[in-house]
Antibody, heavy 119, light 108 residues
Framework: EVQLVESGGGVVRPGGSLRLSCAAS????????MSWVRQAPGKGLEWVSG????????DYGDSVKGRFTISRDNAKNSLYLQMNSLRVEDTAFYYC????????????WGQGTLVTVSS | EIVLTQSPGTLSLSPGERATLSCRAS???????LVWYQQKPGQAPRLLIY???NRATGIPDRFSGSGSGTDFTLTISRLEPEDFAVYYC?????????FGQGTKVEVK
């Protein structure tokens, strides 16, 4: 069974940093690209970032480019999102999702971790 | 980036009725690379349709997708009680990937 479990969310001050993790199991992790997608409470989905199977190709949404960094450790079956210079508008549930055809679209999703940016 | 605009924002229908959801792109979606997701309250999104018209594994055939270029449609032929949810389109023809703002299908 495919499982994706996010962790690392919490409350952080504007300008601060946070690192999210996603533990993957039930599939061969290094066969798949991965994505981060976020959702502000009561709002729609926003694509944040994607990474290919070996970590050499990454992409970011315009609102996070230059502030967030996606990475992966295939030996640990883990995906990461380093978030710097956080803003109030980054407050959201952050979902980890398994990518198909790289990170083009997603067939399995985690349950999300909440990041709250507040002073 | 490609902006996806979904309409209507909310669709009020009764079980058994047909639902037609629209997703319009600000520019042509390369190779019609578009997917649809369903999301219920408190749950993660669920993949419904990929490559505009291909149903994902386990998705009932009452769900169908169509379209090309800038205009795409998700059709639910006969609404079941479990279909009342929010639906999102997402394009992957261009960088960055982008989502529409969602259409809520609610019980009339």
């Amino acid at each position: 069974e495919v499982q994706l479990v996010e962790s690392g969310g919490g409350v952080v001050r504007p300008g601060g940093s946070l690192r999210l993790s996603c533990a993957a199991s039930g599939f061969r992790f290094d066969d798949y690209g991965m994505s981060w997608v976020r959702q502000a409470p009561g709002k729609g989905l926003e694509w944040v970032s994607g990474i290919n199977w070996n970590g050499r190709t990454t992409d970011y949404g315009d609102s996070v480019k230059g502030r967030f960094t996606i990475s992966r450790d295939n030996a640990k079956n883990s995906l990461y999102l380093q978030m710097n210079s956080l803003r109030v508008e980054d407050t959201a549930f952050y979902y980890c999702a398994r990518g198909i055809d790289g990170y083009n679209w997603n067939d399995y999703w985690g349950q999300g971790t909440l990041v709250t940016v507040s002073s | 980036e490609i902006v996806l605009t979904q309409s209507p924002g909310t669709l009020s229908l009764s079980p058994g009725e047909r639902a037609t959801l629209s997703c319009r792109a600000s520019q042509s979606v390369k190779n019609n690379y578009l997917v649809w997701y369903q999301q219920k309250p408190g749950q993660a999104p669920r993949l419904l349709i990929y490559n505009t018209s291909n149903r994902a594994t386990g998705i009932p055939d009452r769900f169908s997708g169509s379209g090309s270029g800038t205009d795409f449609t998700l059709t639910i032929s006969r609404l079941e009680p479990e279909d009342f949810a929010v639906y999102y389109c997402q394009q992957y023809g261009s960088s960055p990937r982008t989502f529409g703002q969602g259409t809520k299908v609610e019980v009339k």
